[in-house]
């Protein structure tokens, strides 16, 4: 099987880049500025500061490191900024599209075992994850037919 890999769009992991890098210039502005009036109270303003540059390198990461799925003949493998998790095709049973929030869809397995989970990577326009769905069955009745578990 040729190994598959899905990533967010690249269109969101500009936005978070944006997004993160205004955060973490205002934070580097604000705290000089306040650290400057610090004899008149302006600790707050320091400690909003570092927040801001703290939360933005939040996004910024997420852009650096984007949730990805790889699709091989072990299964799937979810990756995302904190962890990665393996699920063997032996336990899934289906893929399907499913719309989220904001307009944006979402692909999930669902396993054998009853639970749904959701894939990192895949999400965007509701075409694009009805696409990656099914290409994620073929996947999944390729490996079965090919002898898999």
């Known amino acids: 099987m040729q190994q598959l890999q899905y990533r967010v769009p690249a269109s969101f992991t500009k936005f978070l880049l944006v997004v993160g890098s205004i955060e973490v210039l205002v934070g580097a ?7 400057s009036q610090l004899q008149r109270g302006g600790i707050s303003g320091v400690v909003v500061g ?8 939040f996004p910024i990461a997420l852009a650096v490191r984007p ?11 979810l990756r995302t900024i904190v962890s990665v998790r393996v699920i063997p095709w032996s336990l899934v049973r289906s893929f399907q599209a499913r719309p ?3 307009g944006m ?16 990577g ?12 099914a ?11 090919a002898g898999g578990d």
């Open 67 to 77: 949730d990805t799925l790889i699709v091989d003949d072990g299964g799937l493998r």
């Open 122 to 133: 895949p999400q965007g326009r509701r075409s694009r994850a009805e696409r990656i769905a």
């Open 105 to 120: 869809w979402f692909v999930r397995a669902e396993l054998s075992t009853g639970k749904k989970v959701l894939l990192p």
């Open 100 to 102: 989220g929030s904001r």
């Open 29 to 35: 502005i604000v705290i000089p500025a306040a650290a």
């Open 135 to 145: 290409e994620l069955t073929a996947a999944h009745r390729e490996h079965l037919a």
């Open 50 to 57: 570092a927040v801001l540059m703290v939360a933005g390198g």
